[in-house]
């Protein structure tokens, strides 16, 4: 538990390390300020030796063929989820609460993907049954897949196959196994669609 809980910081790390290490590459080039001006046709602008210049490698037609992601997919996802997931974990279950503080089961839900950049309208457990499709043969244990139990009065949030976590009436907001507990309630899993919005201006 505690290192999945590290997982989402590790990997934030290891991104931050390895823009560390690009910026200090372009610095280190051996192309100067002026030689880049003048491969670039550009040696005519009034330019200082330490203001920055951004030059495109790219041309026309592969900048109008670039399609800008603009929706949460996989592993962003994923973080944006584990870190929305962390913020709650120990809160105190209230019916009908969305938060900030206090959390019902679907109240958790619906906040938590809120806060992933995922929209959708706050219901009851039923109701997110009912809203949304069945997750694809062998994806029902995949992180972030909804998981209903004691038909459909309760609901979770898939972390992987051994477990979820959820707004529990008796310890708030925490992760629990699947054991023989857990596993004779299911109902059945349900995903919220990720949306992903496209523009190739």
């Given at each position: 538990m505690f290192?999945?809980r590290?997982?989402p910081y590790?990997?934030?790390?290891?991104?931050?390390?390895?823009?560390?290490?690009?910026t200090?590459f372009?610095?280190?080039a051996?192309?100067?300020?002026?030689q880049?001006?003048q491969?670039?046709?550009?040696?005519?602008?009034?330019?200082?030796?330490d203001?920055p210049?951004?030059?495109?490698?790219a041309?026309a037609?592969?900048i109008?063929?670039?399609?800008?992601?603009t929706?949460?997919?996989?592993?962003?996802f994923q973080?944006?989820?584990?870190?929305a997931i962390?913020q709650?974990?120990?809160s105190p279950?209230v019916?009908?609460?969305?938060?900030p503080?206090a959390?019902d089961?679907?109240?958790?839900?619906?906040?938590?993907?809120q806060?992933?950049g995922?929209?959708f309208?706050?219901?009851?457990?039923?109701?997110?049954?009912?809203?949304?499709?069945a997750?694809?043969?062998g994806?029902q244990?995949?992180?972030?897949t909804?998981?209903f139990?004691?038909?459909?009065?309760?609901?979770g949030?898939?972390?992987d196959?051994?477990?979820?976590y959820?707004?529990?009436r008796?310890?708030?907001?925490?992760?629990s196994?699947?054991?023989?507990y857990?596993?004779a309630?299911?109902?059945g899993?349900?995903q919220v669609?990720?949306?992903?919005?496209?523009?190739?201006?």
């Open positions: 290192s999945k590290l997982f590790a990997l934030a790390a290891c991104f931050s390390l390895g823009m560390i290490a690009q200090a372009a610095q280190n051996d192309m100067s300020l002026h880049l001006a491969a670039n046709d550009i040696s005519t602008l009034p330019v200082a030796d203001d210049i951004i030059i495109s490698l041309s037609e592969d109008k063929s670039v399609t800008l992601v929706a949460p997919t996989g592993n962003r973080l944006l989820m584990t870190a962390d709650r974990l120990g279950y019916w009908g609460a969305t938060g503080s959390f089961c679907s109240g958790f839900v619906w906040s938590i993907f806060s992933a995922i929209d309208e706050r219901g009851s457990a039923r109701t997110l049954w009912s809203r949304f499709a997750p694809a043969p994806e244990y995949k992180f972030g909804l998981v139990f004691s038909n459909l009065a309760h609901v949030v898939v972390a196959e051994h477990g979820f959820h707004a529990s008796h310890h708030g907001v925490v992760y196994p699947f054991n023989d857990w596993l309630r299911i109902d899993f349900r669609p990720l949306p992903v919005k496209t523009t190739t201006d």
